[in-house]
């Protein structure tokens, strides 16, 4: 089992910034995809970004140039940089962890981003 635990979101007016982080616990394993997913009300969850335990990132193209994913492996931690906040990015965040060995995942218990207009 692993367990995640996001911290770091909030209220904030557009064009603003905010961070995310995910701790990852448990049966963390070396060789992982720890990414951030999001879903606004009646709207599926969607993949915001993740990164490989390599370091390889993959943007949805709604975020890229604003958003940076970022991971601290011997924390077992992932960032989310958001910058030049829109109102269309408010969404409940969910971190994500897949264990690439035997594909399962697991998610966080998700965090209120609300950007103002």
């Known amino acids: 089992q692993v367990q995640l635990v996001e911290s770091g979101g909030g209220l904030v007016q557009a064009g603003g910034s905010l961070r995310l982080s995910c701790l990852a616990s448990?049966?963390?394993?070396?060789?992982?995809?720890m990414g951030w997913y999001r879903q606004a009300p009646g709207n599926q969850r969607e993949l915001v970004a993740d990164?490989?335990?390599?370091?390889?990132?993959n943007y949805a193209d709604s975020v890229k140039g604003r958003f940076t994913i970022s991971r601290d492996n011997a924390k077992n931690t992932v960032y989310l940089q958001m910058n030049s906040l829109k109102p269309e990015d408010t969404a409940v965040y969910y971190c994500?962890?897949?264990?690439?060995?035997?594909?399962?995942?697991?998610w966080g218990q998700g965090t209120q981003v609300t950007v103002s207009s």
């Open positions: 994500n962890y897949v264990h690439l060995a035997t594909s399962r995942y697991y």
């Open positions: 448990g049966s963390v394993s070396s060789i992982n995809v």
């Open positions: 990164i490989t335990s390599g370091g390889r990132t």
